[in-house]
């Protein structure tokens, strides 16, 4: 089955820097990768995600790179914010196994913490 | 609409009760899920309702019984429970049950079992 290793556990920054968060993942059939924002006492909420035909895709402060061949991609996050404080999870998926939107396979998460 | 609602936010029980977590979407979605969170950790996938029909059952104790009434609403029905029960239980829908489907999840239930 897929594997998920998101690095690091723990990243803190100063605000107004940059963020950045790596994920690897080992089935290389997966072609679905979605990134998920949980504030405390919340459910996650999809930030941003990217299908295996394009290799980055931006949505304002927030990018996300792919790289297929070495199987990884990262987030990046532009000019921090303290609202950007959160836990971050990356997924994978083989958006063709039949499977479901349950086929998600999460990442162990990364605390993001933004030093004012 | 666009969200998930779930209630109650906070549920502690004893391990003798019986109660119900309850979950509905009002965005027309057709997959709706049981997620378990344990703090520090990803959510961990319990149940997948597909069209209203249990899919997927991830070898879940019995003491959890789900129930889907409608397309709109999911419940999860509590019986039983142990101390290492205790977590955050997430309800998510999905437009349908194929990978790649936009995964929308409520706020979650904080469940504490005494």
């Known amino acids: 089955g897929e594997n998920v290793e998101q690095h690091p556990s723990t990243l803190s920054v100063q605000e107004g820097d940059s963020a950045v968060i790596k994920c690897t993942y080992s089935d290389s059939a997966s072609n679905y990768f979605p990134w998920y924002k949980q504030e405390l006492g919340k459910g996650p909420q999809l930030i941003i995600d990217i299908r295996s035909n394009v290799g980055e895709k931006k949505d304002q402060r927030i990018a996300v790179t792919l790289n297929k061949t070495a199987k990884h991609f990262s987030l990046h996050i532009t000019e921090t914010q303290p609202e950007d404080s959160a836990v971050y999870f990356c997924?994978?998926?083989?958006?063709?196994?039949?499977?479901?939107?349950?086929?998600?396979?999460f990442g162990k998460g990364t605390h993001l913490i933004i030093q004012p | 609409d666009t969200e998930v609602t779930q209630t109650p936010k906070h549920l502690v029980m004893g391990m003798t009760n019986k109660k119900s977590l309850k979950c509905e979407q009002h965005?027309?979605?057709?997959?709706m899920y049981w997620y378990k969170q344990k703090a520090k950790k990803p959510p961990e996938l319990m149940f997948v309702?597909?069209?209203?029909?249990?899919?997927i059952n991830e070898s879940v104790p019995s003491r959890f019984s789900p129930e889907c009434p409608n397309s709109s609403l999911l419940n999860l029905h509590l019986h039983a429970l142990q101390p290492e029960d205790s977590a955050l239980y997430l309800c998510?829908?999905?437009?349908?049950?194929?990978?790649?489907?936009?995964?929308?999840f409520g706020p979650g239930t904080r469940l504490t079992v005494l």
């Open positions: 309702y597909s069209y209203e029909k249990l899919s």
């Open positions: 998510a829908s999905s437009q349908e049950r194929t990978s790649g489907s936009l995964l929308v």
């Open positions: 965005m027309g979605h057709r997959a």
């Open positions: 997924a994978a998926s083989n958006a063709n196994s039949g499977g479901g939107a349950d086929g998600l396979t």
